[in-house]
């Protein structure tokens, strides 16, 4: 069968696949898409049973879904999608590409594996025949057909005693819109993150030097948020922190750009 | 003066049998013995007895239904007579016929579930898939677990609604698949009419 994967490419059998999070359920498969590629290369999955219209309806899909649009693994998709359906369409003209090819005892050995094929199937077609008249003698035949009284059975469920509206009385409630929570003890801060470093950064230009206690506002939330602009200052190399001690007010100065930005705003004032 | 003949009621059924016709007439679906016997308190030998019993008792066209041993259980079904007058009433109507290829992928589940689709297209030469979606949505297969090869594919196997519905008690009532073979003389003459044809379609 090796033989019959015939225009499949080898470049189909070169391309590395990505698709870690790629997983297809699908009738024949359950697995990653790699893996799916790989069986069908093998023949260990047949083509034949493998919707690829359905790969790629779940693929897009999930493109749907996704916020990102990963470039490379897509294209590398709609490679091996359009092998797939290349492989498929190259089989549908199996007969005619592999006449050239087959020599005596190919076709004879064809010839013997079609018969065991049609032997089999043979028999299966006899074997439906006769369920085919035992349908037609017993489908039509009709049972007692009745479910067992609620009563009858050992629990019934407290719901199953209450009328039809109730229920509708229970999910209206559900149904409504809940009041929006009160968020009045929460502070509204005046300040962003990016406002506070645009302002140090101002200070480390202006001034150069400075404490902490001396540039923080005076609510405590909007504290935390000078604070953290100062550890992003930090972080980018722009100041130096600096304390004598433990819970000491922190020494702010400027670092390489914030300094030299001070230098020229001094010697422009001076 | 003819002899006088006096008609005896016949035997009632003993206290067994009413038991297991009443748990038979309120199931839903066919009892199996092992639900009878242990919902009416008998041993094997005494369901035996009592199924006898009340197999006696509808027999002989004495009652609208009889009792039929079905689909791995027992269940009282509407006598061939009566059936017309039930449909009438009831309004039922005969399951849709199955077309060939739906009674060919059924039997290749039948004979070798539980099995996969792939399976059943290799038998049959031609893709499978929208015949065992229209005999999961009949009711007639179902899916039962995944197989252990790669691509863990889906395996299927019957219902009781098919044993039901082609009067098989269980699944062993199937005939033998080899009985389905082909003959030594139908298989010479397969091979004869497919060199025939390859030789007509060699240039």
Not at chain 1, 88 to 110: Q, V
Not at chain 1, 183 to 205: F, M
Request: hydrophobic share 45%.
């Amino acid at each position: 069968m090796g033989e019959r994967v015939i225009g499949a490419g080898p470049e189909l059998r070169e391309v590395s696949t990505t698709f870690d999070d790629l997983h297809f359920d699908l009738d024949v498969f359950d697995g990653p898409f790699d893996l799916l590629v790989t069986l069908i290369l093998r023949e260990e999955v047949d083509l034949w049973e493998v919707r690829v219209s359905r790969l790629i309806a779940d693929y897009v899909l999930r493109l749907a879904d996704s916020d990102e649009f990963d470039l490379e693994a897509t294209s590398h998709f709609i490679v091996l999608v359009a092998a797939l359906l290349e492989m498929k369409s190259r089989r549908l003209l199996d007969e005619g590409l592999l006449d050239d090819g087959l020599d005596e005892s190919d076709e004879e050995e064809a010839g013997e594996e079609l018969l065991v094929a049609l032997i089999r199937y043979a028999q299966f077609k006899a074997a439906a025949q006769r369920l085919g008249h035992g349908y037609a003698e017993h489908a039509g035949r009709i049972y007692r057909r009745r479910p067992i009284p609620q009563r009858f059975l050992r629990s019934g469920s407290a719901g199953s005693r209450l009328p039809a509206f109730g229920l509708v009385d229970a999910l209206v409630p559900l149904l409504r819109e809940p009041p929006a929570p009160d968020v009045s003890h929460i502070t509204d801060l005046a300040v962003s993150l990016v406002q506070e470093l645009r302002r140090l950064r101002g200070l480390l230009g202006r001034r150069g030097s400075f404490t902490f206690a001396a540039v923080a506002p005076r609510d405590r939330l909007e504290k935390a948020v000078t604070f953290f602009a100062l550890l992003e200052l930090h972080n980018r190399g722009e100041a130096r922190l600096s304390q004598v001690r433990p819970f000491a007010d922190i020494t702010v100065t400027p670092v390489g750009a914030a300094a030299a930005a001070r230098d020229d705003v001094a010697a422009a004032v001076g | 003066m003819p002899e006088r003949v006096t008609l005896q009621p016949p035997p009632s059924m003993d206290d067994a049998a009413r038991r297991i016709e009443a748990v038979i007439f309120t199931a839903p679906r066919p009892v199996g013995r092992d639900d009878l016997m242990s919902s009416c308190g008998l041993d094997d030998e005494g369901l035996t007895a009592a199924l006898s019993a009340l197999q006696r008792e509808y027999e002989g066209q004495r009652h609208g239904v009889e009792l039929v041993e079905i689909a791995g259980g027992h269940a009282f079904r509407v006598t061939p007579a009566c059936e017309e007058v039930v449909r009438r009433f009831a309004g039922a109507r005969r399951p849709d016929d199955l077309s060939p290829a739906l009674l060919e992928s059924l039997a290749v589940v039948a004979y070798l579930q539980p099995t996969t689709r792939a399976e059943v297209a290799q038998v049959r030469g031609v893709s499978s898939e929208w015949a065992l979606t229209a005999l999961v949505e009949r009711g007639l297969i179902e899916e039962g677990g995944r197989a252990e090869t790669p691509g863990a594919a889906i395996l299927y196997r019957t219902t009781d609604r098919f044993l039901e519905l082609f009067g098989l008690r269980r699944l062993d009532d199937l005939p033998e698949l080899a009985e389905f073979a082909l003959t030594v003389t139908e298989t010479d003459e397969l091979r004869s009419r497919l060199l025939a044809n390859a030789e007509r379609r060699r240039p």
